[in-house]
């Protein structure tokens, strides 16, 4: 059985940092992609950041682009979003996701297999 489970949410100020982490259990992040997705209250979930495996592809979002960095450790089993001068508007549920099967970094939801709860990123101004 696959779970994936968030951490290192938190409530910061404006221009602050965070580091979240993601950690698979049941499954390793060898094959396919990882992605963090994020979701405000009355907002769309929205795809963050996703990470390929194979050919190592990496994909942004404009909105946290040049600030936020995704990764994984060497073992594979935890993937990492890194961010870093955070803004009020980057407040939400963040969640990981990822599937085996694919082969290039998608920020959509829906080809996404398994997910976790998420963590809660609180900035404020």
């Known amino acids: 059985q696959v779970q994936m489970v968030e951490s290192g949410g938190d409530s910061v100020q404006a221009g602050g940092s965070l580091r979240l982490s993601c950690s698979a259990s049941g499954y390793t992040f060898s094959t396919g992609c990882v992605a963090w997705f994020r979701q405000a209250p009355g907002k769309e979930r929205e795809g963050v950041a996703s990470?390929?495996?194979?050919?190592?592809?990496?994909l942004y979002a404009d909105s946290v682009k040049g600030r936020f960095t995704i990764s994984q450790d060497n073992a594979k089993t935890t993937s990492y979003l890194q961010m870093n001068n955070l803004k009020p508007e980057d407040t939400a549920m963040y969640s990981c996701a990822t599937s085996p099967l694919l082969l290039v970094p998608i920020l959509l939801a829906e080809v996404y297999k398994y997910w976790g709860q998420g963590t809660q990123v609180t900035v404020s101004s």
């Open positions: 990470l390929c495996m194979i050919g190592g592809g990496i």
